[in-house]
């Protein structure tokens, strides 16, 4: 089982104003959320492990998780309000955003709220988005990973939202502190050039953050496919050609889908990575792509089941 560490949250998107009154959807989301149905639909067992908020809101989330077959008892409940992510659009067009969490439940885990030890049964873990940023939840979870570095198979998708962190001067270090205690980083191009500028280059980049201790990075490049660095090799991996109807949701299946590959074919062990071939890395990035590839298909976060997957891939 993985256990996915981080936010679940509403995403509220506004349509045309009647008067007095805005016509509005209600969806779920967050990348952790994603990320743990995401797994679970391609039969890899999962946990999540994030705040959830008693409201209506909170218990829609959870519903959602339970329904999926998400394992839910490391999900903390509290009477603090879900995070709502309002998105809505201009005169022009463009997709305006505005961001409702302060104090709310996603990010109210302390290090006290932490269970003492992890079940056996849990491989690996996962951590992501703004809750690597935003306190007190940020130091739970550091704690966690440092606690159980080493223990189980550790991944890291900064997955960053400046509109949310705010300034990104030195947030690198922040994620360093994450990234020491990671087997594997997943982040996106678009992730790179939030830190480091439109100019960077990504290989320096990903060597600098192997560096500090993963022994996998793998940087995806949306229709261009993803590049992974394992130890002092790279391999890119093309994309797949697909009619897109949105992106919403694909990093995460493809996050998803890698760790869903190796839980299939290897287990999910710490040491797995150390002498994963390059053939095996291969196949595994080829999933994840295939995997990003539906959901880029779709309206929405709609990431895709086993079936729909293993139909492309093997076909492939």
């Not at 932490?114 to 951590?127: M, R, S």
């Not at 439109?198 to 490049?221: D, F, H």
Request: aromatic residues 8%.
């Amino acid at each position: 089982m993985i256990l996915v560490c981080g936010e679940a949250l509403i995403d509220l998107f506004l349509y045309d104003r009647e008067g007095a009154r805005i016509a509005a959807e209600a969806v779920a989301g967050g990348s952790p959320f994603n990320v743990a149905i995401g797994l679970s639909r391609l039969g890899c067992p999962s946990a999540f492990c994030g705040g959830l908020s008693t409201d209506s809101f909170g218990l829609f989330l959870a519903a959602n998780l339970a329904q999926e077959g998400v394992n839910l008892d490391h999900a903390f409940r509290t009477p603090r309000l879900s995070t709502i992510s309002v998105v809505a659009t201009d005169a022009a067009g463009q997709a305006r955003y505005s961001f409702h969490g302060e104090g709310a439940a996603d990010r109210s885990i302390t290090i006290a709220d932490l269970k003492p030890h992890l079940p056996d049964g849990i491989g690996a873990l996962t951590f992501g988005s703004y809750t690597l940023a935003v306190e007190p939840v940020a130091s739970a979870y550091l704690a966690l990973a440092n606690r159980e570095k080493g223990r189980r198979l550790i991944s890291i998708d900064p997955n960053i939202r400046p509109t949310v962190i705010g300034s990104l001067t030195g947030y690198d270090q922040q994620l360093f502190k994450f990234f020491r205690t990671a087997n594997v980083i997943k982040a996106s191009e678009e992730d790179v050039h939030h830190l480091y500028g439109e100019s960077a280059n990504i290989a320096e980049i990903a060597r600098a953050w192997q560096k500090q201790g993963p022994t996998l990075v793998v940087v995806t490049r949306g229709a261009l496919g993803a590049v992974a660095f394992h130890r002092d090799q790279h391999i890119e991996i093309p994309g797949r050609s697909v009619k897109v109807v949105d992106t919403v949701g694909a990093g995460d299946s493809f996050h998803a889908a890698l760790l869903a590959w190796l839980h299939r074919e290897h287990g999910l062990k710490p040491d797995i990575l150390e002498n994963l071939s390059m053939d095996s890395l291969q196949r595994a990035l080829h999933y994840a792509v295939v995997a990003s590839s539906i959901t880029c298909s779709r309206r929405g976060a709609l990431l895709p089941n086993r079936s729909d997957v293993d139909s492309v891939f093997f076909a492939m």
